[in-house]
């Protein structure tokens, strides 16, 4: 079975630009969610999906960070435009039910903005 | 605002040594504590800890959970360098649309030295 894939694994691109970051989650299950991991710092929570909706957005930093669901499978996760801060190691996790023992992570997406 | 706060932020450590990482939570609605391993890429679950007092083991890796204490603990025994990683621990917790959320520590990144 497939785990969960996020693309790319590295981004870098200057202030001012646009990102998007996309998330596979593992086939079937309802729960996505987006963390973050600046330097030094915790894996921060962004927000949460069940299927296409967004169940909980209070960790999004502000309005140039938009995330959507559609079809509830994949997700996918912009920054427009970049700032500096934005840079740090994006996390998508996924589980299969609400309520689910344990959510699965990927990989990361690595962001680095210039 | 909920939290978990991980101590040490880092450890280094000699092969053959026991090591005990730290992990303390305020959370509303507290539900279990995880941990997780990361590696090079995705962290990887090691243990969910919902009932406090009682222990769970994989190999020479234990945690356990005092809910008293709003605390956990993660062992490891007989430290191999292959240990070496961050450990991520996070929290579970109940949010008032009935599912789950999910946040975590700054990790403890432990370096197992031959």
């Known amino acids: 079975e497939a785990g969960v894939t996020q693309f790319p694994s590295h981004s870098v691109i200057e202030k001012g630009q646009t990102v998007t970051l996309r998330c596979d989650p593992i086939?079937?299950?309802?729960?996505l969610y987006w963390y973050r991991r600046v330097m030094g710092k915790e894996i921060k929570f962004l927000l949460h999906?069940?299927?296409?909706?967004?169940?909980?957005e209070s960790g999004m930093p502000n309005n140039r960070f938009l995330a959507e669901r559609t079809g509830g499978t994949y997700s996918t996760l912009k920054v427009q435009p970049a700032e500096l801060e934005d840079s740090g190691v994006y996390f998508c996790?996924?589980?299969?039910?609400?309520?689910?023992?344990?959510?699965?992570f990927g990989e990361g997406s690595w962001l680095t903005v210039v | 605002e909920d939290k978990v706060v991980q101590s040490p932020l880092s450890l280094v450590v000699h092969e053959g040594d026991t090591v005990t990482l730290n992990c303390s939570y305020e959370?509303?609605?507290?539900?279990?504590l995880l941990w997780y391993k990361q590696e090079k890429k995705a962290p990887t679950f090691l243990f969910m800890l919902?009932?406090?007092?009682i222990e769970k083991k994989s190999g020479r890796l234990s945690s356990i959970l005092d809910k008293k204490e709003l605390s956990s603990i993660l062992n490891i025994t007989a430290t191999q360098t292959g240990d070496s990683a961050i450990y991520l621990c996070?929290?579970?917790?109940?949010?008032?649309?009935?599912?789950?959320?999910?946040?975590f520590g700054t990790g403890t990144r432990l370096k197992v030295l031959a």
């Open positions: 959370v509303t609605n507290f539900r279990s």
């Open positions: 999906f069940v299927k296409e909706s967004k169940q909980d």
């Open positions: 996070g929290s579970r917790s109940l949010t008032t649309s009935g599912t789950y959320k999910y946040i």
């Open positions: 086939s079937g299950h309802d729960n």
């Open positions: 996790a996924s589980s299969q039910v609400t309520g689910g023992n344990t959510i699965y």
């Open positions: 919902t009932s406090s007092g």
